[in-house]
């Protein structure tokens, strides 16, 4: 898995697609059945998030760096 979990963490996102199942879909599923759906999600669809995540992250310090060079750009003198 992709993301090293607290043991507390792990099982409140079972509980939580535990309890989606179950308001969604009517069906009660078992801790195996949601662990394996959170691996499944973790390693397939988590890649996506933290990619978009990271792209995020670049564009703020982008935009950071630029407003940096602008306030330097501003203390030169004429």
């Given at each position: 898995m992709l993301i090293?979990?607290?043991?507390?963490?792990?099982d409140q996102a079972i509980r939580d697609i535990q309890q989606?199942?179950?308001?969604?879909?009517?069906?009660?599923?078992?801790?195996?059945?949601?662990e394996?759906?959170?691996d499944f999600?973790?390693?397939q669809i988590g890649p996506h998030f933290y990619n978009q995540g990271v792209r995020d992250s670049q564009n703020v310090v982008r935009?950071?760096?630029a407003a940096v060079e602008d306030d330097l750009?501003?203390?030169e003198r004429k």
């Open positions: 090293n979990w607290k043991q507390e963490q792990k989606f199942f179950y308001d969604e879909r009517g069906e009660e599923i078992g801790i195996i059945a949601a394996n759906f959170l999600f973790a390693k935009d950071r760096l750009y501003a203390l």
